[in-house]
């Protein structure tokens, strides 16, 4: 609920605060005194477009302050938390625009941008006029307006719609790879061929450069290995160290302990240099091969290098990059049966989507003829009862949704064409139609806190305006009204009422909003019936309106 607004230097308003009440709030006052700056006013707090020029002549920046109470499960704090912001049971917005043109807003003392001021203003505040497109008028809401009305959620259409379009994503982003693999596949094939029909090892490169070299310089050095062979073996150091042992051995018995540990020290010769010899022979062994072999590591070490360089890839990199290839090969052979499948379940998809918005239509369909009833009860005391309300369906594009496009249309008498609320009522049959509109969407829940009605009783008088301000006072008692108007009848069913006037002086024209007391209401609406000269005539008319 909106329970103040505060107003500096806007227009022609330099300081205004008013502190709204629950209920019925009516705001009277001549043509031209400024009723309309306080919708300006508080459009520009809570984000609206509007007036570019809003600042009043001669200050630096306007400011305007706006105040709301909001409940545990208000809308609001899902829009406050979704946005960084705390959530309290009062909400504070201000904004400021300078006099450059510059808009500043804050939330709770939070700065925040205009987008944010706007989502917050679809939660707190409804704005209905005879010239009012973001409402009742604009045919885009007429579909989401049905469905409060009809308490229709729609999640499974959503669901639905989701799945769906999942799975149509997926059976594209399937088809684009096997394009795509379809326009390789030559080139697949022999390449996976190719790279089987070598099956290149994980280091094998390495190893075939390795024994490559090795037999490439084994001739230059298997001699000088061979002649290193023979002085290790018995006609070279093995043979000396025997005889230097059997000499010692035979001379240790005299030597009194003397060569015993040379003759160790030439057993441990002995065995290392056995170890030479075995490490020798092993050498020799490895130098030892056909002449045919080197030929083959040279064959197999350039076809290696050859397949590397052609892919782009390290040799080792061989083995994975087939693995990559063959699993390209693989979505190629078994893409007609994988697209199969992608059909079948986009196909279910759509079934399932299908079931789901036939049954939200069947469902908006039955809540359009019951709409239809309530508008023409609604339309009789408007003294519209000739008037014909129809809530037309039509097929739309799916979307998450459903399938459906809803239009609220008016014939102004039976047997006149139908067509848009805007397009065909007059300016008072068109406020009629928006008040009763709103009473039926209001009897199923979900609307804003604070409804706002500009004007809407313009055009209409006596029994019908009358008719009018008790359908404000029954919206009233479900949550806040302010409704701005120029008739007396509404004017006195109102619980609380401000009179806005302009004043002029030498310097400035400004204006004012003051409460009324019940005296000073009786003289207001006694000036609304008979203008400017207030007579005790008009002030008892005045009386027994408000008294009825």
């Not at 390789?184 to 070598?198: G, P, S």
């Not at 390495?206 to 061979?226: C, F, H, S, V, Y």
């Not at 003759?263 to 002449?291: S, Y």
């Amino acid at each position: 609920m909106l329970r103040g607004l505060d107003i500096r230097d806007m227009l022609i308003i330099d300081r205004l605060e008013l502190a709204f009440q629950p209920g019925l709030n009516v705001l009277t006052g001549e043509t031209g005194a400024g009723k309309s700056i306080l919708l300006d006013s508080l459009g520009f707090v809570l984000g609206w477009r509007g007036r570019a020029e809003l600042v009043r002549a001669g200050a630096e920046q306007g400011e305007v302050t706006a105040w709301f109470d909001l409940g545990p499960d208000h809308p609001a704090r899902a829009v406050l938390a979704e946005a960084g912001l705390t959530a309290e049971d009062e909400l504070i917005l201000r904004r400021v625009n300078t006099r450059d043109g510059r808009k500043t807003a804050w939330v709770n003392d939070r700065r925040v941008s205009g987008e944010v001021l706007r989502a917050l203003s679809d939660t707190l505040v409804e704005l209905h006029g005879q010239h009012d497109d973001r409402g009742l008028l604009n045919p885009r809401g007429h579909r989401a307006m049905l469905d409060d009305f009809a308490g229709l959620d729609g999640a499974s259409v959503r669901a639905a719609w989701r799945a769906l379009g999942a799975a149509r994503k997926a059976r594209a982003a399937a088809a684009a790879r096997l394009e795509e693999v379809q326009a390789e596949e030559d080139f697949l094939r022999h390449a996976v061929a190719e790279l089987d029909a070598l099956a290149p090892e994980q280091g094998e490169e390495a190893a075939l450069d390795t024994r490559r070299r090795m037999m490439q310089g084994a001739e230059k050095i298997r001699a000088d290995i061979t002649r290193a062979a023979e002085a290790l073996g018995l006609q070279g150091a093995e043979g000396t160290l025997s005889d230097a042992t059997r000499w010692l051995i035979g001379a240790a018995d005299k030597a009194e302990g003397a060569l015993d540990a040379p003759l160790e020290a030439i057993e441990r010769a002995m065995l290392e240099l056995d170890t030479a010899q075995q490490g020798v022979a092993a050498c020799l062994d490895a130098l030892t091969f056909n002449p045919s072999e080197l030929e083959e590591a040279e064959e197999r070490l350039f076809a290696i290098r050859g397949l590397a360089r052609k892919h782009n890839v390290l040799a080792d990199d061989l083995g994975p990059f087939a693995d990559d290839l063959r699993a390209r090969l693989a979505v190629l052979d078994g893409g007609a049966a994988d697209l199969a499948g992608l059909d079948a379940e986009v196909a279910a998809a759509e079934a399932a989507y299908a079931a789901a918005a036939d049954k939200l239509h069947a469902a908006r369909a039955k809540a359009a003829k019951k709409l239809d009833t309530a508008m023409a009860a609604e339309l009789a005391p408007l003294k519209m009862e000739r008037a014909v309300f129809a809530t037309e369906i039509s097929a739309a594009e799916p979307g998450s949704e459903g399938r459906d496009a809803v239009a609220f249309t008016v014939a102004t008498n039976p047997g006149a064409p139908t067509g848009p609320l805007n397009k065909i009522a007059s300016g008072g049959e068109l406020s009629r139609f928006l008040l009763a509109l709103k009473v039926c969407l209001t009897q199923a829940g979900g609307t804003p806190l604070t409804m706002i009605f500009d004007e809407i009783d313009r055009g209409v008088g006596g029994a019908t305006a009358d008719a009018v301000g008790r359908r404000l006072v029954d919206l009233s008692v479900k949550m806040q009204v302010l409704v701005v108007t120029h008739s007396p009848q509404v004017a006195a069913l109102g619980g609380h009422h401000w009179r806005v006037e302009k004043r002029q002086d030498d310097e400035a024209t400004t204006s004012t909003v003051t409460q009324l007391d019940p005296a000073a209401r009786v003289d207001e609406i006694a000036r609304m019936l008979s203008g400017d000269t207030v007579t005790d005539a008009a002030r008892e008319a005045a009386k027994a309106l408000m008294q009825n």
